[in-house]
Protein backbone atom coordinates (compact mmCIF):
# COMPACT_ATOMS: atom_id res chain seq x y z
CA UNK A 1 0.00 0.00 0.00
CA UNK A 2 3.11 2.21 0.83
CA UNK A 3 4.41 1.60 -2.23
CA UNK A 4 1.40 2.26 -4.35
CA UNK A 5 1.07 6.05 -2.79
CA UNK A 6 4.90 6.79 -3.22
CA UNK A 7 4.28 5.20 -6.72
CA UNK A 8 1.00 7.76 -7.19
CA UNK A 9 3.18 10.57 -5.91
CA UNK A 10 5.93 9.82 -8.42
CA UNK A 11 8.40 8.81 -6.12
CA UNK A 12 10.64 5.55 -6.23
CA UNK A 13 8.89 2.91 -3.87
CA UNK A 14 12.46 0.99 -3.49
CA UNK A 15 14.17 4.35 -1.19
CA UNK A 16 12.69 3.81 1.96
CA UNK A 17 12.78 7.62 2.91
CA UNK A 18 10.17 7.46 -0.05
CA UNK A 19 7.57 5.53 1.56
CA UNK A 20 8.26 5.73 5.54
CA UNK A 21 5.97 8.86 5.29
CA UNK A 22 3.27 6.97 4.07
CA UNK A 23 3.77 3.81 6.61
CA UNK A 24 1.27 3.88 9.96
CA UNK A 25 3.21 1.64 11.87
CA UNK A 26 6.71 0.30 10.67
CA UNK A 27 8.09 2.71 9.60
CA UNK A 28 11.60 0.37 8.19
CA UNK A 29 9.29 -1.78 5.91
CA UNK A 30 10.53 -1.83 2.30
CA UNK A 31 8.61 -2.45 -0.96
CA UNK A 32 10.62 -5.56 -1.78
CA UNK A 33 8.19 -6.84 -4.78
CA UNK A 34 9.56 -6.65 -8.39
CA UNK A 35 8.53 -3.01 -10.26
CA UNK A 36 5.60 -4.57 -12.34
CA UNK A 37 4.04 -5.98 -9.65
CA UNK A 38 3.36 -2.23 -8.76
CA UNK A 39 0.54 -1.96 -11.52
CA UNK A 40 -1.33 -4.97 -9.57
CA UNK A 41 -1.30 -3.39 -5.96
CA UNK A 42 -2.46 -0.29 -8.05
CA UNK A 43 -5.12 -1.81 -8.73
CA UNK A 44 -6.13 -3.09 -5.77
CA UNK A 45 -5.72 0.40 -3.98
CA UNK A 46 -7.75 1.97 -6.88
CA UNK A 47 -10.42 -0.17 -6.00
CA UNK A 48 -9.83 1.39 -1.98
CA UNK A 49 -9.04 -2.23 -0.69
CA UNK A 50 -6.24 -1.10 0.83
CA UNK A 51 -7.73 1.30 2.29
CA UNK A 52 -10.17 -0.62 3.98
CA UNK A 53 -9.23 -3.26 5.95
CA UNK A 54 -12.49 -5.31 6.18
CA UNK A 55 -12.42 -5.32 2.48
CA UNK A 56 -9.00 -6.70 2.09
CA UNK A 57 -9.87 -9.14 4.90
CA UNK A 58 -12.69 -10.66 3.07
CA UNK A 59 -10.70 -10.39 -0.61
CA UNK A 60 -8.08 -13.08 1.03
CA UNK A 61 -10.75 -14.77 2.77
CA UNK A 62 -12.73 -15.21 -1.24
CA UNK A 63 -8.94 -16.24 -2.38
CA UNK A 64 -8.76 -19.13 -0.16
CA UNK A 65 -12.50 -20.14 -0.23
CA UNK A 66 -10.90 -20.24 -4.13
CA UNK A 67 -8.39 -22.52 -3.43
CA UNK A 68 -9.62 -24.82 -1.51
CA UNK A 69 -12.45 -25.35 -3.31
CA UNK A 70 -10.24 -25.83 -6.81
CA UNK A 71 -7.46 -27.93 -4.55
CA UNK A 72 -10.62 -30.44 -3.02
CA UNK A 73 -11.65 -31.52 -6.82
CA UNK A 74 -8.16 -32.20 -7.76
CA UNK A 75 -9.54 -35.62 -8.39
CA UNK A 76 -13.17 -37.83 -8.25
CA UNK A 77 -12.55 -38.47 -3.91
CA UNK A 78 -12.46 -35.52 -2.25
CA UNK A 79 -11.61 -35.03 1.10
CA UNK A 80 -13.52 -31.69 3.01
CA UNK A 81 -12.39 -32.41 6.08
CA UNK A 82 -8.91 -32.84 6.15
CA UNK A 83 -8.71 -29.98 3.46
CA UNK A 84 -10.14 -27.31 6.20
CA UNK A 85 -8.11 -29.18 8.83
CA UNK A 86 -5.00 -28.49 6.40
CA UNK A 87 -5.79 -24.96 6.01
CA UNK A 88 -6.84 -24.07 9.64
CA UNK A 89 -4.07 -25.80 11.39
CA UNK A 90 -1.48 -26.33 8.71
CA UNK A 91 2.08 -24.79 10.64
CA UNK A 92 -0.05 -21.38 11.69
CA UNK A 93 0.25 -19.94 8.04
CA UNK A 94 -3.52 -19.14 7.69
CA UNK A 95 -3.45 -17.29 10.47
CA UNK A 96 0.16 -15.53 9.96
CA UNK A 97 -1.81 -14.25 6.26
CA UNK A 98 -4.43 -12.80 7.90
CA UNK A 99 -2.48 -10.85 10.51
CA UNK A 100 -0.07 -10.27 8.08
CA UNK A 101 -1.99 -9.46 5.02
CA UNK A 102 0.45 -11.39 3.16
CA UNK A 103 0.71 -12.17 -0.45
CA UNK A 104 0.89 -15.84 -0.22
CA UNK A 105 -2.79 -16.68 -0.43
CA UNK A 106 -2.19 -15.75 -3.99
CA UNK A 107 -0.07 -18.26 -3.82
CA UNK A 108 -1.74 -20.68 -2.54
CA UNK A 109 -4.38 -19.72 -5.55
CA UNK A 110 -1.96 -20.05 -8.14
CA UNK A 111 -0.42 -23.45 -7.33
CA UNK A 112 -3.94 -24.77 -6.84
CA UNK A 113 -4.92 -23.50 -10.68
CA UNK A 114 -1.81 -25.15 -11.93
CA UNK A 115 -2.65 -28.39 -10.04
CA UNK A 116 -5.29 -28.30 -11.89
CA UNK A 117 -4.16 -27.72 -15.53
CA UNK A 118 -1.32 -30.46 -14.65
CA UNK A 119 -4.80 -33.02 -13.46
CA UNK A 120 -6.35 -31.52 -16.75
CA UNK A 121 -3.23 -32.60 -18.74
CA UNK A 122 -3.02 -28.80 -20.27
CA UNK A 123 0.62 -28.58 -19.20
CA UNK A 124 1.20 -25.16 -21.01
CA UNK A 125 -1.61 -23.19 -19.56
CA UNK A 126 0.06 -24.62 -15.84
CA UNK A 127 3.22 -23.73 -16.76
CA UNK A 128 2.20 -20.03 -17.74
CA UNK A 129 0.41 -19.92 -14.36
CA UNK A 130 3.49 -20.70 -12.63
CA UNK A 131 5.18 -18.37 -14.67
CA UNK A 132 3.03 -15.90 -13.10
CA UNK A 133 3.44 -16.44 -9.90
CA UNK A 134 7.34 -16.28 -10.27
CA UNK A 135 6.86 -13.04 -11.53
CA UNK A 136 5.14 -11.81 -9.00
CA UNK A 137 7.41 -12.91 -6.39
CA UNK A 138 10.65 -14.69 -7.20
CA UNK A 139 10.12 -16.53 -4.15
CA UNK A 140 7.96 -18.98 -6.25
CA UNK A 141 10.82 -18.94 -8.27
CA UNK A 142 12.35 -22.26 -7.90
CA UNK A 143 8.97 -24.32 -8.21
CA UNK A 144 9.96 -24.23 -12.13
CA UNK A 145 11.72 -27.02 -11.50
CA UNK A 146 8.26 -28.58 -10.88
CA UNK A 147 8.59 -29.58 -14.18
CA UNK A 148 11.00 -31.58 -14.54
CA UNK A 149 9.14 -34.77 -12.92
CA UNK A 150 5.56 -34.59 -14.51
CA UNK A 151 4.91 -36.85 -16.74
CA UNK A 152 5.61 -36.17 -20.22
CA UNK A 153 8.69 -36.63 -22.95
CA UNK A 154 11.63 -34.67 -21.21
CA UNK A 155 11.75 -32.34 -24.22
CA UNK A 156 8.89 -30.84 -23.50
CA UNK A 157 9.51 -30.78 -20.02
CA UNK A 158 12.52 -28.56 -20.85
CA UNK A 159 9.66 -26.69 -22.91
CA UNK A 160 7.70 -25.74 -20.01
CA UNK A 161 10.25 -24.82 -17.99
CA UNK A 162 11.76 -22.55 -20.51
CA UNK A 163 7.82 -21.01 -20.97
CA UNK A 164 8.04 -20.21 -17.40
CA UNK A 165 11.53 -18.26 -17.14
CA UNK A 166 10.93 -16.56 -20.62
CA UNK A 167 7.47 -14.88 -18.37
CA UNK A 168 9.52 -13.94 -15.67
CA UNK A 169 12.37 -12.82 -18.26
CA UNK A 170 9.84 -10.47 -20.17
CA UNK A 171 8.52 -8.60 -17.72
CA UNK A 172 11.47 -8.03 -15.95
CA UNK A 173 12.52 -6.56 -19.61
CA UNK A 174 9.79 -4.49 -19.83
CA UNK A 175 10.30 -3.37 -16.22
CA UNK A 176 13.62 -2.24 -17.70
CA UNK A 177 11.93 -0.39 -20.91
CA UNK A 178 9.24 1.17 -18.90
CA UNK A 179 11.64 2.41 -15.98
CA UNK A 180 14.98 1.32 -15.23
CA UNK A 181 15.37 3.67 -12.45
CA UNK A 182 13.02 1.12 -11.09
CA UNK A 183 14.35 -2.06 -12.04
CA UNK A 184 18.10 -0.96 -10.58
CA UNK A 185 16.59 -0.07 -7.27
CA UNK A 186 15.03 -3.18 -6.80
CA UNK A 187 18.24 -4.89 -7.91
CA UNK A 188 20.29 -3.28 -4.96
CA UNK A 189 17.41 -3.74 -2.84
CA UNK A 190 17.78 -7.44 -3.13
CA UNK A 191 21.25 -7.33 -3.23
CA UNK A 192 21.81 -4.92 0.37
CA UNK A 193 21.87 -5.87 4.08
CA UNK A 194 18.26 -4.37 4.36
CA UNK A 195 16.60 -6.38 1.83
CA UNK A 196 14.87 -9.24 2.10
CA UNK A 197 17.72 -12.00 2.09
CA UNK A 198 18.87 -10.43 5.44
CA UNK A 199 17.52 -12.67 7.86
CA UNK A 200 17.16 -12.22 11.11
CA UNK A 201 15.59 -16.12 12.02
CA UNK A 202 13.43 -17.32 14.55
CA UNK A 203 9.65 -17.01 14.51
CA UNK A 204 9.84 -14.58 12.11
CA UNK A 205 11.86 -16.20 9.23
CA UNK A 206 11.86 -20.34 10.29
CA UNK A 207 14.43 -21.01 8.01
CA UNK A 208 16.30 -24.77 8.34
CA UNK A 209 19.69 -22.80 7.76
CA UNK A 210 19.29 -20.38 9.95
CA UNK A 211 17.88 -22.81 12.70
CA UNK A 212 21.23 -24.67 11.77
CA UNK A 213 23.42 -21.57 12.28
CA UNK A 214 21.82 -20.68 15.84
CA UNK A 215 21.94 -24.30 17.14
CA UNK A 216 25.85 -24.42 16.00
CA UNK A 217 26.83 -21.05 17.44
CA UNK A 218 25.52 -22.63 20.72
CA UNK A 219 27.57 -25.17 20.85
CA UNK A 220 30.84 -24.03 19.23
CA UNK A 221 32.53 -20.90 17.74
CA UNK A 222 30.67 -19.17 14.98
CA UNK A 223 32.52 -20.89 12.30
CA UNK A 224 30.86 -20.59 8.68
CA UNK A 225 32.57 -24.17 7.92
CA UNK A 226 30.20 -26.32 10.39
CA UNK A 227 27.32 -24.67 9.22
CA UNK A 228 28.52 -25.47 5.62
CA UNK A 229 28.68 -28.59 6.00
CA UNK A 230 25.58 -28.98 8.03
CA UNK A 231 23.84 -27.61 5.40
CA UNK A 232 25.13 -29.60 2.67
CA UNK A 233 24.16 -32.74 4.34
CA UNK A 234 20.69 -31.52 4.88
CA UNK A 235 19.95 -30.30 1.27
CA UNK A 236 21.75 -33.98 0.15
CA UNK A 237 19.53 -35.83 1.97
CA UNK A 238 16.32 -34.04 0.94
CA UNK A 239 17.44 -34.32 -2.54
CA UNK A 240 18.59 -38.45 -2.17
CA UNK A 241 15.13 -39.08 -0.15
CA UNK A 242 13.53 -37.28 -2.94
CA UNK A 243 15.04 -39.24 -5.60
CA UNK A 244 14.19 -42.72 -4.08
CA UNK A 245 10.40 -41.28 -3.51
CA UNK A 246 10.53 -40.64 -7.60
CA UNK A 247 11.37 -43.76 -8.57
CA UNK A 248 9.33 -45.73 -6.57
CA UNK A 249 5.91 -43.43 -7.42
CA UNK A 250 6.85 -42.37 -10.33
CA UNK A 251 3.43 -43.87 -11.80
CA UNK A 252 1.25 -41.24 -9.63
CA UNK A 253 2.51 -37.83 -10.90
CA UNK A 254 0.44 -36.03 -8.11
CA UNK A 255 1.86 -37.37 -5.33
CA UNK A 256 5.62 -37.24 -6.96
CA UNK A 257 4.73 -33.77 -7.87
CA UNK A 258 3.43 -32.69 -4.23
CA UNK A 259 6.68 -34.69 -2.80
CA UNK A 260 8.82 -32.64 -5.10
CA UNK A 261 7.12 -29.58 -4.10
CA UNK A 262 7.81 -29.94 -0.33
CA UNK A 263 11.09 -30.99 -0.75
CA UNK A 264 11.62 -27.59 -2.84
CA UNK A 265 10.13 -25.93 -0.05
CA UNK A 266 12.21 -27.55 2.39
CA UNK A 267 15.60 -26.14 0.71
CA UNK A 268 15.02 -22.52 0.16
CA UNK A 269 17.16 -20.31 1.14
CA UNK A 270 14.60 -17.69 2.70
CA UNK A 271 11.24 -19.12 4.27
CA UNK A 272 9.01 -16.52 6.13
CA UNK A 273 6.25 -18.28 8.52
CA UNK A 274 3.09 -17.29 6.18
CA UNK A 275 4.99 -18.99 3.20
CA UNK A 276 3.53 -22.86 4.61
CA UNK A 277 0.39 -21.63 3.60
CA UNK A 278 1.31 -23.03 0.06
CA UNK A 279 2.02 -26.53 1.29
CA UNK A 280 -1.57 -26.96 1.71
CA UNK A 281 -2.10 -28.04 -1.73
CA UNK A 282 1.28 -30.99 -1.55
CA UNK A 283 -0.04 -32.04 1.85
CA UNK A 284 -3.74 -32.58 1.22
CA UNK A 285 -2.61 -34.72 -2.00
CA UNK A 286 -0.27 -36.65 -0.16
CA UNK A 287 -2.44 -37.59 3.03
CA UNK A 288 -6.20 -37.73 1.85
CA UNK A 289 -6.37 -41.11 1.48
CA UNK A 290 -4.55 -42.32 4.33
CA UNK A 291 -6.34 -43.55 7.86
CA UNK A 292 -7.54 -41.09 10.40
CA UNK A 293 -4.36 -42.81 12.30
CA UNK A 294 -1.67 -41.07 9.99
CA UNK A 295 -4.25 -37.94 8.85
CA UNK A 296 -4.30 -37.17 13.24
CA UNK A 297 -0.71 -37.55 13.34
CA UNK A 298 0.04 -35.06 10.54
CA UNK A 299 -2.84 -32.62 12.65
CA UNK A 300 -0.68 -33.19 15.41
CA UNK A 301 3.08 -32.21 13.39
CA UNK A 302 1.36 -29.14 11.43
CA UNK A 303 -0.19 -28.06 15.00
CA UNK A 304 2.95 -27.83 16.83
CA UNK A 305 3.61 -24.01 15.87
CA UNK A 306 -0.05 -23.30 17.08
CA UNK A 307 0.61 -25.07 20.45
CA UNK A 308 4.03 -22.98 20.97
CA UNK A 309 2.55 -19.67 19.77
CA UNK A 310 -0.14 -20.57 22.77
CA UNK A 311 2.48 -21.38 25.34
CA UNK A 312 4.24 -18.33 24.68
CA UNK A 313 1.36 -15.88 24.73
CA UNK A 314 0.52 -17.95 28.28
CA UNK A 315 3.23 -17.59 29.80
CA UNK A 316 5.66 -14.98 28.90
CA UNK A 317 8.87 -16.43 28.39
CA UNK A 318 11.94 -16.88 26.42
CA UNK A 319 11.34 -19.66 23.66
CA UNK A 320 14.75 -19.99 22.40
CA UNK A 321 15.08 -22.46 19.89
CA UNK A 322 11.50 -23.49 20.06
CA UNK A 323 10.70 -20.13 17.81
CA UNK A 324 11.85 -22.33 14.68
CA UNK A 325 8.07 -24.24 15.59
CA UNK A 326 7.68 -24.65 11.86
CA UNK A 327 11.25 -25.70 10.83
CA UNK A 328 10.38 -28.42 13.39
CA UNK A 329 7.01 -29.29 12.01
CA UNK A 330 8.24 -29.08 8.24
CA UNK A 331 11.18 -31.76 8.72
CA UNK A 332 8.79 -33.72 10.79
CA UNK A 333 5.73 -33.74 7.86
CA UNK A 334 8.96 -34.65 5.33
CA UNK A 335 9.50 -37.26 7.51
CA UNK A 336 6.39 -38.66 8.09
CA UNK A 337 5.70 -38.78 4.13
CA UNK A 338 9.03 -40.74 3.64
CA UNK A 339 8.06 -43.51 6.43
CA UNK A 340 4.10 -43.96 5.57
CA UNK A 341 5.98 -44.38 1.56
CA UNK A 342 7.99 -47.41 3.28
CA UNK A 343 5.37 -48.72 5.20
CA UNK A 344 3.11 -49.48 2.77
CA UNK A 345 4.82 -50.10 -0.78
CA UNK A 346 1.28 -51.67 -1.88
CA UNK A 347 -0.27 -48.13 -1.90
CA UNK A 348 2.27 -47.26 -5.22
CA UNK A 349 0.77 -46.45 -8.19
CA UNK A 350 -2.97 -46.23 -6.64
Request: aromatic share 18%.
Amino acid sequence: MRGVQAFDHGQNPYILSNIAPFQLFNASLYFDYPPHTLYFFWLLDFFSVFHYGIIYLMLLFALLVISAYLTVNLDKKPHYLFLTTLLLTGFMSTVWNFLSGNSPILFLLLFAVMFTFIVKEKYWQSSIVMGLSAAFSLFTAPFIVLYLVVKRPIMERLEFISLSIGIVASLFVADYLVNPSFLTSYISLMRSSTGPFYYSGGWNEPTPYLMFKEVLNSISSRNIIPLVIVSCIYVGLILYATWKYYLKNNGDNLKTLSLVMLSIFMILPRIMPYDFIILVVPLYLLFKDCSYRIKSIVFVIISLPIFVWLYNHLFVTDMGLWWYAQTYSLILIFVMVLLHDHLTPAAHGE
